[in-house]
């Protein structure tokens, strides 16, 4: 089961440019501001300051934004990703830290993460109700937390699901092994043998009338 403490939704398009390509190949998350310095350690009024000696809006949901992702978020701490339909699971597992080469990129504010479902996103259709609707919000970075528990009763019954088709998919596997077991017990000298498998036969067949 997916262990986390808080959940925060993260947008893939830092200054307006798709960039989930790079956060998969890269195991990142990230958001743009690409004029401000490294903010490592930086509290909300300095952070503030800073956007406007670079010329940014001082909005309290842009700062808000900052803080979270710089501040706020932990590791440890479960993020979705949407992107159009599908949505990615990612689990922080860095701080907050600043790669001076992604500048002219306009992604350089970086959190490492592990994607929990890289190659196998969920369907945004598929989420509860409500956590659907917290996807809404047009923010780069916004704070779940009071979707924590559906979003986990959630997980917990595809886990349940994954692990039904994982256990009928190997069983298929296992099928033309079982039918020559079956096969070679109907054939064998002894009699005990052929009457267990005529039975089980016969169990099966009015199993799937």
């Avoid at 986390?4 to 990230?30: C, G, H, M, Q, S």
Wanted: proline share 4%.
């Amino acid at each position: 089961m997916l262990i986390f403490d808080d959940l925060w939704l993260v947008r893939t398009n830092p200054e307006n440019i798709n960039r989930l390509k790079e956060f998969l190949e890269n195991d990142i998350i990230a958001i743009g501001w690409s004029n401000l310095i490294d903010l490592t350690g930086m509290p909300k009024n300095t952070l503030l300051k800073e956007l406007a000696r670079n010329n940014y809006s001082c909005s309290n949901v842009k700062l808000g934004v900052i803080n979270q992702f710089v501040n706020n978020i932990q590791v440890g701490d479960l993020c979705i990703i949407p992107n159009g339909d599908k949505i990615y699971l990612a689990k922080v597992t860095s701080p907050y830290y600043y790669d001076s080469t992604k500048v002219t990129e306009g992604y350089p504010h970086q959190r490492k993460v592990e994607f929990i479902n890289k190659d196998n996103p969920i369907s945004r259709s598929s989420l509860p109700q409500a956590v659907r609707k917290s996807l809404g919000a047009q923010n780069y970075v916004a704070h779940l937390k009071h979707r924590i528990g559906e979003f986990k009763a959630f997980l917990t019954e595809i886990e349940t699901t994954t692990d039904n088709i994982d256990l009928h998919e190997s069983l298929i596997k296992l099928l033309p092994l079982a039918i020559e077991t079956i096969k070679n017990a109907m054939e064998s000298d002894d009699a005990e043998r052929r009457f267990d498998a005529s039975i089980e036969v016969l169990r099966l067949m009015q199993k799937y009338e």
